[in-house]
C-alpha cells in the first residue's frame, strides 16, 4: 500500500496524541490547499497560499540533518528577510541570477557548497528561486550522493505554475538549453504568492500565457476565471494568484502523474510550444520572452486548428482577446513567423518528417494530429 498512501496530500500520524489531536492535525491538513503530484512513492505535495514559507519551511526541513538553501542576488536581495524568519541562522548559496548562469559552473558551486557543509543523504536541498535556480538545485540534489532530498520554494509565476511539476530538472550546455539533467522529483513546493509581489513585471506577464494553456489543456473553469479576473490576475490580486496557480497546478499534476516520464500523453503541454519554440530560436532568444512566444505559438495552433476544422472561431477569438487583456502579444508578424516555420523541422519533438501537433478542441480540450510538416508550414502561414 506504500506508493498508494504516498500519493496523499498530507499523512497524519494518528499513534500520538487523542483524537481531538488528530482530528485538529487533519483540519490543518485539509487548511492547507495542497495538491498531491502521484508518482508512487515519489509522490509529493505543492501548497499553494500566501505568506506560508515562514511557517511551512521550518517545518518540511525538520528532520533533515541539514539543510543547504540556494538561492540567486535578486531573490536573496527581495526576500531573504522571509528565509531568515523561516530558517533563522541558514546561511543560503547565493548563485548568479539569469539563464546565462543556469551552467555547470552553477552546479559545480552547489555541489561544492554541499562538500563544505558535509551535506549526506539525509540532507536537504531547497532551492528559493525562479525556475533557473529550481533546475539548476534540482539537478544538484539528484546527482549529489546520487540522490538527496529537496524542497521548491518558487519565487516567479512560471516556476509556480510550470517548473514545480514533473521533476524536469537541468543545466544548459552552452546554448543548448536543458541538455543535462534528471528527472528528479522534489519531497515538497510551497508556493507562497506573497513572493511573488516583487517579480519583474515582463516574466510574471510572461508566464500568464502558460497559464492560459493550462487552462486550454484540462481547466475550462480557469478560463472563465481569468477572464473574469484578468485585471485583478496582471495587478497580481493575491486571492486570484492563489486560484491560478492552484488549477494550473492541478491540471499539470494529473497530466504528468499518469505519464512521468513523457512517452507521450504529456504532449499535450505542448500545445502552443512547437510555433512558439521555433520563434524564441529563430530570433536567437532575444526578442521574445518564453511565455511571449507561446502567446504567439498559441494564437498560430487556434489558427491551424480553424483551418483544419478542430478549433471554432468563437474559441480562437475568446483566446486571442483573453491573451490580449493579460498584456501578452498575438500579432504574428509575417517575417518573424516565415522564419520560425522554416526551422520547425529541428523541433525535437518531431518524428520523422511528421510532427504531433496539439490543437484546442474546446475550451479544456485539445485534440493531437501527427501532421506533415509541409502540411503544417501552409496552414500556419498568415494568408
Ligand atoms: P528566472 O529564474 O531566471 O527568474 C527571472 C529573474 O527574476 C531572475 O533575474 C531572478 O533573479 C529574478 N527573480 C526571481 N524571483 C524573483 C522575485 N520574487 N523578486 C524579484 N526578482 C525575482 O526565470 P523563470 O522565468 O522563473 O524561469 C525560467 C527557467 O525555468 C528556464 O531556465 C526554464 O528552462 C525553466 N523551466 C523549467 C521547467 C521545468 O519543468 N523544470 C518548466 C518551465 C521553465
Redesign the pocket.
Known sequence: RRPAYAEAHARVDTGRGDVDLSARTVQAAWNRRAIAVAAGERSYAIEVGSAIVRDRLGVLTAEATKTLVVT????LA??GSTLAAALPGAEPLELE???QH?TPRALEQIWRAALAHDLDRESTLVAF???????ITGFAAATWMRGTRWLAVP??L??MV??SV?G???VDLDDS??SVGAFWQPAGVLCDIA??S???QR?FVS?LSEVVKTALIGDPELLDLLEARADAVVARDPSSLIEIVLRSVAVKARIVSLDERESGLRRVLNLGHTIGHALEASTGYRCYT?GEAVSLGLVAALQVGQRLGVTSHPTSERVRGLLMRLGLPVELRANGLDDALAILGRDKKRQGTYIHFVMVSAPGRVETQLLPLEQLRRLAQLN
Not at 540567486?72 to 531573490?75: A, E, M
Request: charged letters at 25%; aromatic letters at 0%.
Open positions: 540567486d542576488r535578486n531573490v527581495a526576500h541570477p539569469g539563464e543556469k528561486g525562479g525556475g533557473v535556480v529550481s533546475d519565487t516567479t512560471l516556476a510550470d517548473a514533473g524536469k530538472t537541468a538549453k536543458n513572493l511573488l516583487t517579480e519583474p516574466g508566464a518564453h
